[in-house]
């Protein structure tokens, strides 16, 4: 029986060193970089809605609310602890092959996702005008880092902090904020 044991938690130790998340390897990452430019639709797609102020707004809000989860409030992944641990891993869309899609590209993007990695489609989520006010804020990203970590993230860091540093006697850990979202989110579909 002892054996047994010994052999079930040797393989649990195993099966937790194997389960360890990493980056994704150099090839793997050009694969699925191919792979992407091979198969995104809308080249050809123009943007009907003017790049305005206005549309830079609005697009960052529905940016906020949709799509700061994975890309952060400043879409350079800025506080997001797994961007860099996703395979592939998780665009910082300021960078140079994600601001050389087109309008058309991006917003195809957003529509349908793209297969085999974490960007989902918001096809029926989002309406075409919400996807194209988006185009005009990835367009115009701010600077990175300059909004912080999405609040989700911020709780989680703080805990992670304190079990880091051990927890002292006597001391309730902090809680992750309940507060709800800073503003509603009304789709008019």
């Not at 090839?27 to 305005?52: F, V």
């Not at 912080?148 to 902090?161: F, L, V």
């Not at 800073?182 to 579909?189: G, L, N, Q």
Request: proline share 8%; aromatic share 6%.
């Amino acid at each position: 029986m002892m054996k047994f044991i010994a052999l079930l938690s040797f393989f649990a130790i195993l099966v937790l060193i194997a389960c360890k998340a990493t980056a994704p390897g150099d090839l793997e990452s050009r694969i699925a970089d191919e792979t992407k430019k091979m198969t995104l639709g809308g080249k050809n797609l123009k943007n009907p809605i003017a790049d305005t102020p206005e549309s830079v707004k609005e697009g960052a809000s529905h940016f906020q609310h949709h799509c700061q989860i994975c890309h952060g409030l400043d879409g350079h992944n800025t506080g997001v602890p797994f961007a860099d641990k996703m395979s592939p891993a998780v665009a910082d869309l300021a960078e140079k092959d994600v601001q050389e899609y087109t309008d058309g590209q991006l917003k195809w993007i957003i529509e349908n996702g793209i297969r085999f990695t974490g960007m989902p489609g918001w096809k029926g989520i989002l309406d075409d005008q919400e996807m194209w006010h988006i185009v005009h804020f990835i367009r115009h990203l701010p600077a990175k880092g300059s909004l912080g970590a999405p609040a989700i993230y911020k709780g989680s860091e703080e805990q992670h902090q304190e079990m880091e540093k051990g927890a002292q006697p006597g001391k309730v850990p902090a809680q992750p904020s309940k507060q709800p979202p800073t503003r509603p989110h009304e789709h008019p579909h």
